[in-house]
């Protein structure tokens, strides 16, 4: 790929009618990296992509590709203008074209005879398939002939718009790795929307988390899960224990004993500590000085299984989701200790407080 750029958006706002859809979004893609959007349904992930590639017009706010301006208050450039390829959700073949034919579209005749058909196509694997109707090829093939056309013309950024949405969960896997692969190799800026968070974390350079209107955390996929920067956005890439907790001396004190903490808030008096289940591993030998709990319930998954387990706290038991090995299913009214292994991470108490009805739940290694 030539040039890839960097992204920049800054101040991004789009309404429809009354409904505001983005709200002052600001995002970095660094040149060359793979950065996930992450963000539920109708957040507004697709009317990002659509403003980036100039389908829409944005009400305020712009966006650079290197030094090159896109938009902003004075300029909005022609989609075919801004060097962006686009990946759509199902790929969008066109169905009476062959591979070939699909890859070349958007390229002049003489590129086209230069061999950059050909030359994508050995990129995505599909060199023998050039004379293939699309659908004479499997859904992951698809896949890689839109990256491939998305990728044909050099564009500076390649936009993915949850390109592995229509594929089954054992395909979705390779395809994602596949296309991974494809755009290292291709050198490309890419950005990619999901609302997986699985596919955000395990794909991308980074994950930017998208939540009303506005990408609320921006960073490594190893940050986002350990760091989150409240406990919505920790419930929303993956699961997670939220605890009610004392804070002292570096300490918080909790329904599963003293943990050390970590975060800004770690000096406060009263917080909210985030831990990840696998911190959490229950014993079935009871351990002096470890918090116990009941086993409520079990339910058996083959790879593994999990254990609903009660646990004592201040206002009440809370319920931890324990994970043990596929070979041992706990019983109910079973008692187990639980050891907490690392630190947890405070959230204000009452600043961002998980939502409304989310369950605090854990999930954990059952050892022992
Ligand atoms: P999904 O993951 O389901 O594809 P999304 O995060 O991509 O969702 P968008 O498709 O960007 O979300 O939509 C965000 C909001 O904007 C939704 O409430 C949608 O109904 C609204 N919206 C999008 N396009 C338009 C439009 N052209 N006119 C009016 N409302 C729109």
């Not at 030539?2 to 991004?12: D, I, N, P």
């Not at 079990?298 to 206002?315: K, L, M, N, P, T």
């Amino acid at each position: 790929m030539s040039g890839a750029a960097s992204l920049s958006v800054a101040g991004l706002s789009k309404s429809f009618g009354d409904s505001s859809v983005l709200t002052g979004l600001d995002l970095e893609v660094p040149a060359g990296s793979l950065t996930a959007v992450l963000g539920p349904s109708g957040c507004g992930k697709t009317t990002l992509l659509r403003l980036l590639g100039g389908f829409e017009h944005a009400d305020a706010g712009s966006i650079r590709l290197g030094e090159r301006v896109l938009c902003d208050e004075r300029t909005h450039l022609a989609p075919e203008r801004r060097a962006i390829g686009f990946v759509p959700q199902e790929g969008a073949l066109f169905p009476h074209l062959d591979v070939a034919a699909n890859v070349g579209f958007g390229l002049s005749r003489a590129q086209r005879r230069g061999g950059r058909v050909d030359e994508l196509l050995e990129l995505v694997g599909l060199g023998a398939m050039a004379k293939r109707l699309p659908h004479q090829l499997s859904g992951g093939q698809q896949q890689r002939v839109a990256l491939a056309r998305a990728l044909a013309p050099s564009p500076a950024v390649v936009l993915l718009d949850e390109p592995f949405d229509a594929l089954d969960a054992g395909l979705r896997a390779q395809v994602r790795g596949e296309v991974r692969s494809v755009l290292r190799e291709a050198g490309a800026t890419a950005l990619l929307v999901t609302h997986d968070q699985e596919e955000a974390l395990s794909l991308a350079d980074r994950v930017a988390v998208m939540r009303d209107g506005r990408i609320i955390q921006s960073a490594e996929p190893q940050a986002v899960y350990r760091d989150p920067v409240d406990a919505a956005v920790a419930l929303f890439v993956g699961e997670a224990v939220l605890l009610d907790a004392e804070l002292a001396d570096g300490n918080a004190d909790t329904a599963l004993g003293q943990i050390p903490v970590r975060g800004a808030l770690a000096d406060q008096r009263q917080a909210v500590v985030m831990l990840r289940p696998e911190q959490i591993s229950c014993h079935e030998r009871l351990l002096d000085g470890s918090p116990r709990g009941r086993v409520t319930a079990a339910e058996f998954f083959g790879h593994d299984a999990s254990a609903r387990i009660a646990v004592g706290d201040r206002g009440g038991p809370i319920t931890i989701t324990a994970r043990c090995a596929g070979h041992r299913l706990p019983e109910v009214g079973d008692q187990v200790s639980i050891v907490v292994e690392g630190s947890a991470l405070a959230f204000a108490a009452t600043g961002a407080p998980a939502p409304a009805g989310l369950p605090r739940t854990a999930r954990a290694a059952l050892v022992g």
